[in-house]
């Protein structure tokens, strides 16, 4: 197992990983716009994607990004989103390492806390995130959506 952050060329990659994400998903802008996009992410140091590999395969992943707080002391905090594994290598622990590379990216970030959702609502998806050191009770959460979506 390789754990890192992912690169510029595995793009193609984690686009793919997604598909694993949501049983259906809006469709993806042009190529180009896409690659806009991630360039965008690459050239914000508060945003990172780690990956985890198998024999050079990307099979896990997830996206963390750091925001700046004027609250408990000016430290920032973080939000974790799309927590993926490809379906074939799922209940092998590689969702819980890129969980902890987010982590630690966060707590050496001077991170107060670290938020996810999710909007599975299965027993097993709540016991998987409270083993990677998420507490489900601790805040309610909220999501607002534009009109029609």
């Given at each position: 197992m390789e754990l890192r952050e992912l690169a510029t060329e595995e793009l193609p990659e984690l686009i793919d990983l997604y598909k694993?994400?949501?049983?259906?998903?809006?469709?993806?802008?042009?190529?180009?716009?896409?690659?806009?996009i991630w360039n965008e992410i690459e050239s914000n140091s508060s945003i990172k994607y780690f990956g985890v590999f198998i024999s050079g395969r990307l099979v896990s992943s997830c996206t963390i990004t750091v925001v700046p707080n004027l609250t408990r002391g000016c430290k920032p905090y973080a939000l974790i989103e799309?927590?993926?594994?490809?379906?074939?290598?799922?209940?092998?622990?590689?969702?819980?390492?890129?969980?902890?590379a987010a982590l630690k990216f966060a707590w050496e970030r001077g991170c107060y806390k670290v938020m996810l959702m999710t909007g599975r609502l299965d027993e097993e998806t709540f016991v998987?995130?409270?083993?990677a050191g998420f507490d489900r009770h601790a805040?309610?959460?909220?999501?607002?959506?534009?009109?029609?979506t």
């Open positions: 694993h994400l949501h049983e259906s998903d809006s469709e993806l802008p042009a190529e180009d716009e896409i690659k806009l799309n927590v993926v594994t490809h379906e074939s290598f799922r209940r092998k622990g590689f969702g819980k390492a890129v969980l902890d998987f995130y409270e083993s805040k309610q959460a909220f999501v607002a959506k534009p009109t029609g």
